[in-house]
């Protein structure tokens, strides 16, 4: 059975939408729901950076910002390597332990970056636990390809036709392997 469900799309089409009504889903049936979101940050209709939520701890931090002086760039933004390493990998790492279930939004250019966001990224593909994340729609690196190549991976391309149901549908298909992992325990 598959334990990686993996979300993609074009950009503005909604992923993240999708996995924070996942998460409401599963935790509204009982079940802890750890890892990361990022978000737009906006000023009036411009977007001026990204914020990074700990799912877990409600904690805050950048990702990247226009305002940012240092760390790489991505376009007009500057990644915030501090941020991404502690608020990013650190809530990733402590859904590993605590949570029933792994969320990653979303592994793409700026969080590839960090070392420690790789390898809390590895960590969590090697937990059995399932994870549901975001992939960047086009970008090429080894470790993206590599979790499109598993043989564990479901992946959804979120469409204007499905966006609205498909957080039904992961929390589901989330909730039976869930369900399945707790009779095989029992046996």
Wanted: proline share 3%; glycine share 8%.
């Amino acid at each position: 059975m598959k334990r990686l469900f993996v979300v993609t799309g074009s950009p503005g089409i909604g992923k993240t939408t999708v996995l924070l009504k996942t998460v409401d889903n599963l935790r509204t049936r009982g079940y802890l729901v750890g890892g990361m979101i990022s978000r737009d940050v906006r000023l009036e209709a411009d977007r001026i950076g990204f914020e990074l939520l700990d799912l877990e701890s409600g904690r805050k931090g950048s990702l990247a910002s226009v305002n940012q002086n240092e760390g790489p760039r991505v376009g007009k933004y500057r990644v915030n390597m501090k941020d991404l390493a502690t608020i990013g990998a650190g809530s990733i790492l402590h859904a590993i332990v605590n949570a029933n279930v792994i969320i990653i939004d979303e592994i793409g250019p700026m969080e590839l970056f960090s070392p420690q966001f790789i390898q809390a990224v590895l960590k969590a593909l090697d937990s059995k636990k399932p994870m549901v994340c975001t992939v960047h729609w086009k970008m090429k690196n080894e470790l993206i390809d590599n979790i499109r190549l598993r043989e564990d991976v479901e992946t959804y391309v979120v469409t204007n036709d499905n966006r609205d149901c498909l957080s039904d549908l992961l929390a589901q298909r989330t909730v039976e392997l869930l369900s399945r992992n707790d009779s095989k325990k029992e046996l």
